[in-house]
């Protein structure tokens, strides 16, 4: 690289962790919520998740009939967009793999598509095969709804937008559209480790 | 100028042209940006600094400087433990150079055009890409009512102070209203208080109006006032949120 910041030292980490932390990124300790706008409210005797799309039928579930699904226990380091990383984060929830079971579709992308609207794109293989969660605890607490509470998807492996918070559906398709952030000028995919950000990255 | 449409962002050198000292944290890095592609009022900028021996840090920094301003002007509050905020407030000198990509975001803007009332609502920093808003507003010569409500801890932390109360006195629809939430002056006039449901019913437009609304400031005082304007009937879709956490600046 060719520019030097004059005068620059910064906070040097311990090198132990910073092989976990993706390019552009530094750790933080607390856990930062960033929303485009109000936090939605959902009771859950309301609350549904649905898979939907180019499937042969719909699945849904209530939050009773979700809560008594077979759930794990992950802990996973997760990167915000906006520089923050947070390691050793703990979650409990219901793998998407066990969400998609039975499920036959030729689609290979998903619209994640959340209570008051929000929207983030993925293709079927980064939330299959062990890398997504629909998460309803964090840290052993049912999750906030600042956090995406009652429930959020939870896809660790790519930046954290695409962790959709109040997390409604996944939509199967055949194309892969852009979301709400990636409509307004985030990347397509979001690999932390190739930091691709935004658009073009 | 216009950002509409997918572009990709370069990283960037800008070159500061002055400094401006805002209150005794905060100061504006006004910038000369040869390779500037424009941008929308409420926007961003990365900002990555770079040591000598290769270690690199990158913040996120919100533009106060209107679309129609001739340089880019970021404003910035160190904070104690901060790693970059530091570095800008404090050790950056004029002609010194800052690398950076933007502009970033396209979802908390506002465009001269929209006719809706507007309603802003700031606290501590969050004033910044809100007053990229009405520094557009008053380039563009927009009549749009505007009222901005801004939560500063005292009368010295207030940013850009001054230029609020010309832009206020000068008549075109926009009105400004100050709440002091640690400390206030012997004869202060304004709300000595955090922004509580009553100041919003005050200040705010009735719901009928249908603003657009943009609040910006630390996480809890934008999650309360968002929380707020939602049980005040406001629709949950006309607010748009920006937060800032104060973590490791």
């Given at each position: 690289m060719s520019f030097i910041s004059r005068g620059f030292r910064g906070r040097r980490r311990d090198v132990a962790s910073s092989s976990r932390v993706p390019p552009g990124q530094h750790v933080v300790d607390d856990f930062p919520v960033l929303s485009a706008g109000p936090?939605?409210?959902i009771p859950v005797s309301e609350w549904k998740f649905v898979v939907e799309g180019e499937i042969d039928q719909m699945k849904s579930w209530?939050?009773?009939?979700?809560?008594?699904?077979?759930?794990?226990?992950?802990?996973?380091?997760?990167?915000c967009v906006t520089k923050w990383t947070k390691l050793d984060t703990a979650w409990t929830g219901v793998s998407v793999d066990t969400i998609m079971e039975g499920v036959e579709t030729a689609a290979e992308y998903v619209m994640a598509f959340s209570y008051g609207g929000y929207t983030t794109n993925l293709p079927l293989e980064d939330v299959t095969g062990g890398k997504a969660w629909v998460a309803y605890e964090f840290d052993g607490q049912p999750l906030h709804p600042e956090h995406g509470g009652p429930a959020r998807l939870l896809v660790p492996h790519l930046?954290?937008?695409?962790?959709?918070?109040?997390?409604?559906?996944?939509?199967?398709?055949?194309?892969?559209?852009?979301?709400?952030?990636?409509?307004?000028?985030?990347n397509m995919y979001g690999d932390p480790w190739r930091e691709q950000r935004y658009w073009g990255d | 100028m216009s950002s509409r449409g997918p572009r990709l962002l370069i990283w960037q050198l800008g070159e500061v042209a002055e400094l401006v000292p805002q209150t005794p944290r905060v100061a504006s890095l006004v910038l000369d940006v040869p390779a500037w592609p424009g941008h929308l009022a409420g926007q961003h900028v990365d900002v990555r600094l770079t040591a000598d021996d290769g270690y690199q840090a990158q913040r996120s920094y919100s533009i106060a400087s209107a679309p129609e301003?001739?340089?880019?002007?970021?404003?910035?509050?160190?904070l104690e433990d901060g790693e970059v905020s530091p570095y800008l407030v404090g050790e950056v000198r004029k002609g010194d150079k800052v690398e950076l990509r933007g502009p970033i975001g396209g979802y908390f803007v506002w465009t001269?055009?929209?006719?809706?009332?507007?309603?802003?609502?700031?606290?501590?920093?969050?004033?910044?890409p809100l007053m990229s808003m009405i520094r557009h507003r008053e380039h563009t010569g927009s009549s749009n009512p505007t009222r901005l409500l801004y939560s500063s801890r005292s009368y010295e932390d207030i940013i850009y102070r001054d230029e609020l109360d010309r832009l206020a006195a000068g008549g075109d629809g926009l009105t400004v209203a100050h709440t002091l939430t640690r400390m206030h002056p012997q004869g202060w006039q304004g709300y000595a208080r955090r922004i509580d449901a009553d100041m919003l019913s005050e200040v705010g437009w009735?719901?009928?109006?249908?603003?657009?609304?943009?609040v910006c400031g630390p996480t809890p005082m934008v999650e309360s006032v968002a929380s707020m304007l939602v049980d005040m009937g406001y629709d949950p879709a006309s607010i748009k949120t920006e937060r800032f956490g104060a973590t490791g600046g």
């Open positions: 936090t939605p409210r209530t939050w009773d009939e979700f809560r008594k699904l077979p759930t794990e226990h992950v802990t996973k380091d997760i990167h930046y954290f937008w695409k962790s959709a918070k109040w997390v409604q559906g996944l939509r199967l398709v055949n194309e892969d559209q852009p979301g709400f952030w990636e409509s307004n000028g985030y | 301003d001739p340089h880019l002007e970021i404003t910035v509050e160190r001269a055009g929209d006719p809706r009332p507007l309603l802003l609502v700031a606290g501590g920093s969050g004033i910044v009735p719901k009928a109006e249908m603003p657009a609304v943009f």
